[in-house]
């Protein structure tokens, strides 16, 4: 990820002036990429209204469903290589380390730049394509998007004839870099640019339903590590176009930065060690700039910000990557850029960077180097059910919530079925074994999936784990010491676009299975139920827990802040589900 206040992230340019010289108008360049003039493509205010009424449909209809066979692919949907001005490797280094750490699919997502759009976006293209050719590996080019007067994103698009061209029309037009829409000065331009990012989102769904391309998604990136990704706008840009803007980052990348090489005191996982600055929205503690176990205190507090956002009933995901520039004391140095010109008269290396739009090839120097990152795989893993091996079937995957995330190699396997039962008595609550009882239709819902239910029936959730049972890249051979049941009403929109609380989403079990190994059923039901309901699912290694930030009636044994030197991530290991839908009529 590149530091804010780096004066790399900060290129003298303007993106209406550069499209100029190339010979463009705004609406030129995207005319000329097949997009505005495709059938069903919108604009402005038009794509926004579109995008809002697709958000309210999706809402109440959309949902994993109950597929009895998934393959479940481990994939990273944030990797940099050297055609990004701050990170180091080719693109051969990360998929090797990809493949040795048993990833089955990853995105290239380099930092937005005039010199990627003009060159890097086709130059990695054409070593990405070879690289499809020659590998297993599912491969996809995206790109990170600086979110206007926000945070960044990840943005994938699915291969096809055009994906490279709608990326760089997409990064011409709406990076908040390229465009100057960072950092605003006012309430006014806060308002314009935060509309700039809904539109973007609306703008590449009606591409994907003009067919320019076969289908996209955008995340979220570290989305609290700066405060400037405010509640009222993550809910803009999921309500923007829901089936383009799927979720968030819930756990960062450079999860070893409190490692590292160079470690100073006070560096957290994550890289989360900033405090509010003028452009960070007022409402979030300074307890929101720092990780909990690893996670961002959006995801990781009990009834906070994702639930308060889950409470309203419409999907919206996590995800955990390696957002990989620098690998922890690894050994490789940026090689030296040619002798001569124009590279000598450069003033800083981002402008030598620049000239190709890709940094000279790595050189293995057999000495530890800085980093905060882990390779591919290597730490954080996010685990993707899929009915297809295909790009297709990671896209849908996503977008239907099918997704879990664990550090460390936690788990080995992790399968969720949610099914509405008959009610009765005397039946096993929570014992930790199937139970095998009931009618019930179908296997259930899974991950992402939601469950019709009447007032007054059972819901049975039915868990079943697959430990780890060999030793990770640290020599760990990982125990889970627990399961969590995170559960609370879906009580509609929110009165509030702001709201960081879901005041009555708790833990509501918990189950014990740090004697537990191999493969095991775990069994919890709500009983006779009378309102809509999700339920959502954490576990941990157990070495660092206490009361949650709602405090222990509310989670009574939640990730907590790493203090200084402490922020080993081995030691500290979490797992993540999104949740299950429950529809009471």
Not at 21 to 43: C, H, K, N, P, Q
Not at 409 to 438: E, I
Request: hydrophobic share 35%; with cysteine.
């Amino acid at each position: 990820m590149c530091d804010h206040n780096a004066t790399e992230c900060t290129e003298p340019h303007d993106a209406d002036a550069e499209l100029a010289r190339l010979g463009f108008s705004r609406r030129d360049m995207l005319r000329t990429a097949g997009i505005v003039l495709a059938a069903g493509a919108l604009t402005g205010a038009q794509s926004f209204g579109a995008g809002t009424a697709r958000a309210s449909a999706l809402g109440s209809t959309g949902g994993g469903g109950g597929d009895s066979a998934l393959t479940w692919l481990v994939g990273d949907h944030h990797v940099h290589t050297q055609f990004s001005h701050d990170a180091k490797y080719r693109l051969v280094q990360q998929l090797d380390a990809a493949e040795r750490y048993g990833v089955d699919w990853l995105a290239f997502t380099e930092h937005a730049n005039f010199a990627h759009a003009e060159q890097g976006v086709f130059s990695s293209l054409e070593q990405i394509q070879q690289e499809r050719n020659e590998r297993e590996l599912l491969i996809f080019q995206g790109l990170e998007w600086y979110i206007p007067a926000a945070e960044h994103g990840s943005v994938l698009v699915a291969p096809g004839p055009d994906s490279a061209r709608v990326l760089r029309a997409f990064e011409l037009a709406w990076d908040g870099k390229l465009n100057r829409w960072e950092r605003p000065a006012d309430a006014a331009q806060q308002a314009e640019w935060e509309r700039r990012a809904a539109e973007a989102i609306a703008w590449l769904g009606a591409q994907k339903r003009a067919g320019v391309i076969e289908d996209a998604v955008v995340l979220a990136n570290h989305p609290l590590r700066l405060g400037i990704d405010s509640p009222h706008e993550l809910r803009a840009w999921r309500d923007a176009d829901p089936d383009i803007m799927i979720g968030m980052e819930g756990a960062p990348g450079a999860q070893g930065s409190a490692i590292s090489q160079n470690t100073r005191a006070g560096d957290q996982r994550g890289e989360y060690t900033n405090s509010p600055r003028a452009d960070s929205w007022p409402g979030f503690p300074a307890d929101a700039y720092r990780p909990y176990g690893g996670f961002d205190w959006a995801t990781a507090t009990v009834g906070g910000l994702w639930d308060a956002m889950l409470a309203e009933g419409k999907p919206f995901w996590i995800t955990s990557n390696s957002d990989n520039h620098l690998t922890v004391k690894d050994t490789w140095v940026t090689g030296a850029y040619p002798a001569g010109e124009p590279y000598a008269s450069l003033p800083s290396e981002f402008d030598r960077w620049a000239v190709l739009g890709k940094r000279p090839d790595p050189v293995d120097t057999g000495a530890p180097q800085g980093g905060s990152d882990f390779w591919p795989g290597q730490f954080s893993r996010l685990h993707t059910g899929v009915t297809t091996r295909s790009y297709a079937g990671v896209l849908q995957a996503m977008r239907l919530g099918r997704m879990w995330v664990d550090h460390g190699h936690l788990l080995n396997a992790f399968d969720v079925r949610v099914r509405a039962t008959m009610p009765g008595k005397g039946r096993g609550r929570g014992n930790g074994a199937g139970s095998g009882w009931g009618n019930a239709a179908g296997a259930g819902a899974t991950l992402g999936g939601r469950v019709a239910a009447r007032r007054g029936q059972d819901v049975e959730v039915t868990i079943t784990v697959t430990t780890t049972d060999y030793a990770n890249a640290a020599g760990i051979v990982p125990q889970l010491a627990h399961v969590d049941l995170i559960s609370g009403p879906v009580t509609g929109a929110s009165t509030d676009p702001d709201a960081l609380r879901a005041p009555e989403t708790r833990v509501v079990t918990r189950f014990d299975t740090t004697t537990r190994r191999g493969s095991f059923t775990l069994t919890h039901v709500f009983e006779d139920v009378d309102r809509p309901f999700y339920v959502r699912f954490r576990g941990s290694d157990g070495k660092r827990q206490g009361a949650g930030y709602h405090g222990a009636t509310v989670d009574p044994g939640g990730p907590l802040r790493h203090g200084d030197g402490e922020g080993d991530p081995w030691q500290d290991t979490w797992f993540y589900a999104n949740p299950v839908f429950v529809d009471v009529q």
